[in-house]
């Protein structure tokens, strides 16, 4: 068997429309409906870059099942560019873009491979022989819930190396829909070298050989919880039929969270220089890519009281946005800053204090929640829950924890200033 390599990618959510972002200015909105468009731009000049003699997509090429005639065209387009490269492409479709939502009748340059909705073979051959072989299916609808790994059939020769192209959620993360749910040890058995896989959206790598597992992740973040380096696996494949594979990334605005710590700090505008400087390394962190972040005041600190005044935190947000919209690019832009910060109380030298604070502090009243009060506290807040009107989320045991530990140390402010 010649060695070949191939281009592993998956979610590339074509035209989403970045739904969170309302009231981003204008120049991000539009950066970021941009986004995907320009990450699969990305995708295709990676595979003409990396002499890749083929590309898979495992599902989700479109964000929505009514997928738009631009995002058909762009997508074709790209493809037809791979085409006449003489890159070809094997692609499936998954819950966001499933066979039965709306599509224009679009035809397909020779050389690109649409799976439909039962599993089948397509061969790809380089040189005149055949040296792998794709095995695929597409979502005939959006909510698959059978185990869609155990239609695979055997490849029909041990001699091509065998590719999986599936969407599906391999060890039922809870992070995405159900969908087509199976387990590594269904894929494993199956005579398959590589499952090129879609629909988790954080690049992770289930099994590393007999057989290749991997989830490229998707090609551009999507929401403030796609954080970090978004891209595409390169795979290249020796003639024993070892593979190995190396991340490239791919997005073009890039998301991000991170902690500003007021611990050191004394002063509002030092605190605003902390939030520029975070903003700053962010931005250098994402080599010359637009950033979408959320910031999360931590530690303890003199501040912590002034940032409990109506306004503050909305003043640093406008601060911090209006100095990064100079029009200048790479930017970045401050989606949300959130206040964790905590009392300047070091609760263990005050502790010693013989006074109310001290003994109530000794008493460990103001320890951190343990797991059994959860439970109590749940019930104390429950009220709160069967008295308003239906629709409103139960308080889960993060939150509890979070609302009880912040009363904790209010309280502690308030005797602490002999309130
Ligand atoms: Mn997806």
């Not at 068997?1 to 969170?20: N, T, Y």
């Not at 819930?145 to 599906?168: K, R, V």
């Not at 087509?180 to 289930?206: F, K, M, N």
């Amino acid at each position: 068997m010649d060695s070949f390599r191939f281009v592993h990618a998956a979610d590339l959510h074509i035209d989403s429309p970045f739904a969170g972002v309302g009231d981003a200015d204008n120049r991000v909105a539009t950066r970021l409906r941009e986004a995907t468009y320009e990450a699969f731009q990305n995708l295709v000049d990676l595979c003409i870059k990396q002499n890749a003699d083929f590309l898979v997509i495992a599902g989700d090429v479109y964000d929505g099942a009514d997928r738009s005639v631009r995002a058909q065209l762009r997508f074709r387009d790209g493809l037809s560019k791979l085409v006449n490269a003489g890159i070809q492409s094997f692609v499936v479709h998954g819950n966001h873009d499933p066979l039965d939502g709306w599509q224009s009748s679009i035809s397909w340059p020779e050389g690109v491979h649409i799976f439909g909705p039962t599993p089948e073979w397509k061969n790809f051959e380089k040189n005149g022989k055949v040296v792998a072989a794709v095995q695929g299916m597409s979502y005939p609808t959006r909510e698959v819930t059978d185990n869609l790994a155990l239609q695979f059939s055997p490849p029909q020769s041990g001699n091509l190396f065998a590719i999986g192209l599936l969407h599906a959620n391999v060890g039922a993360n809870s992070a995405h829909p159900n969908y087509a749910p199976c387990t590594v040890e269904d894929l494993s058995g199956s005579g398959i070298d590589y499952w090129a896989l879609g629909h988790v959206h954080t690049r992770q790598t289930l099994k590393l050989a007999a057989p290749v597992i991997a989830y490229p992740g998707n090609t551009q973040g999507r929401h403030p919880n796609e954080t970090g380096a978004r891209g595409a696996l390169v795979v290249d494949v020796d003639p024993s039929g070892a593979s190995r594979s190396e991340f490239i990334t791919l997005d073009v605005v890039r998301w991000e969270r991170a902690d500003v710590d007021i611990s050191n700090l004394e002063a509002i505008d030092s605190l605003d220089s902390a939030i520029r400087q975070t903003t700053d390394n962010l931005s250098a962190q994402a080599e010359d890519r637009d950033v979408v972040c959320r910031l999360n005041l931590v530690g303890r600190g003199p501040l912590h009281e002034q940032l409990a005044s109506d306004g503050a935190v909305e003043d640093l947000l406008d601060a911090v946005r209006s100095a990064w919209s100079g029009g200048g690019s790479p930017w970045v832009w401050v989606e949300q800053i959130t206040d964790s910060t905590r009392p300047a109380i070091d609760i263990e030298a005050r502790a010693k204090q013989d006074d109310f604070l001290g003994a109530t502090l000794k008493r460990g009243l103001l320890s951190s929640v343990e797991a059994d009060e959860i439970d109590r506290l749940t019930e104390v807040v429950s009220d709160v829950y069967t008295g308003r009107r239906q629709g409103l989320p139960r308080a889960t045991d993060e939150q509890v924890s979070e609302w009880a530990e912040e009363a904790r140390w209010y309280l502690a402010e308030l005797l602490e200033q002999g309130k």
